[in-house]
């Protein structure tokens, strides 16, 4: 079945850095838009990143643009979120999703999910 | 930018009733463009409807979507315990999401 795992999360202090993994199973991973999205505690969703199937395209939420870097490896069916000069206003549980649309040039539904990765940016 | 707008904010239900709950876009958009998520409490967000009115796999008949141009909703016509949740709309092609409507037991 299809299956999003991600890992990575953990208590971090500020200015520091984490990188967060998605495993994905089940589908042609190299078909799908795989995005990242965050939730503050007691918040709602936030959409973080997105990388087009092949990698050729990458775009952030401004909250994260110049400090996070999302990348993929197809060979090995995961991708990544490179989080730098982490901030208090990180904390949050990051998600990982699939579009639902193959070879997309865009953005369009997210399912499935991952089961969430918590990130704690604290001194 | 199309900013959504969900209300209410919470929505305090018994089982067996009815929930209605909107999400009114900025601008007119196709129903075709529009989605709704639910999370349950300490659970990842998951697909419910696409396109309005189009169910995901695995979706109850109680849950149904209407709406056009700027003023959508979502129906569950008789809440089962596993409804309580917090439902989010979204759009294809944006990355945002409504701020959420929490449907809470009563």
């Known amino acids: 079945q299809v299956q999003l795992v991600e890992s990575g999360g953990g208590v971090v202090q500020p200015g520091r850095s984490l990188r967060l993994s998605c495993a994905a199973s089940?589908?042609?991973?190299?078909?799908?838009?795989m995005h990242w999205v965050r939730q503050a505690p007691g918040k709602g969703l936030e959409w973080v990143a997105i990388?087009?199937?092949?990698?050729?395209?990458?775009y952030y939420a401004e909250s994260v643009k110049g400090r996070f870097t999302i990348s993929r490896d197809n060979s090995e069916n995961t991708f990544y979120l490179q989080m730098d000069s982490l901030r208090a206003e990180d904390t949050a549980v990051y998600y990982c999703?699939?579009?639902?649309?193959?070879?997309?040039?865009?953005?369009?539904?997210?399912?499935?999910w991952g089961q969430g990765t918590l990130v704690t940016v604290s001194s | 930018e199309i900013v959504l707008t969900q209300s209410p904010g919470t929505l305090s239900l018994s089982p067996g009733e009815r929930a209605t709950l909107s999400c009114r876009a900025s601008?007119?958009?196709?129903?075709?463009?529009l989605a709704w998520y639910q999370q349950k409490p300490g659970q990842a967000p998951r697909l419910l409807m696409y396109?309005?009115?189009s169910r995901a796999t695995g979706i109850p008949d109680r849950f149904s979507g209407s709406g056009s141009g700027t003023d959508f909703t979502l129906t569950i016509s008789r809440l089962e315990p596993e409804d309580f949740a917090v439902y989010y709309c979204?759009?294809?092609?944006?990355?945002?999401f409504g701020q959420g409507t929490k449907v809470e037991s009563k």
């Open positions: 990388i087009w199937y092949d990698g050729t395209k990458k």
């Open positions: 601008q007119s958009v196709s129903s075709s463009n």
């Open positions: 999703a699939r579009d639902t649309r193959t070879l997309a040039k865009g953005v369009g539904w997210f399912d499935p």
């Open positions: 396109g309005a009115s």
């Open positions: 089940g589908f042609t991973f190299s078909s799908y838009n």
């Open positions: 979204k759009l294809f092609s944006y990355w945002t």
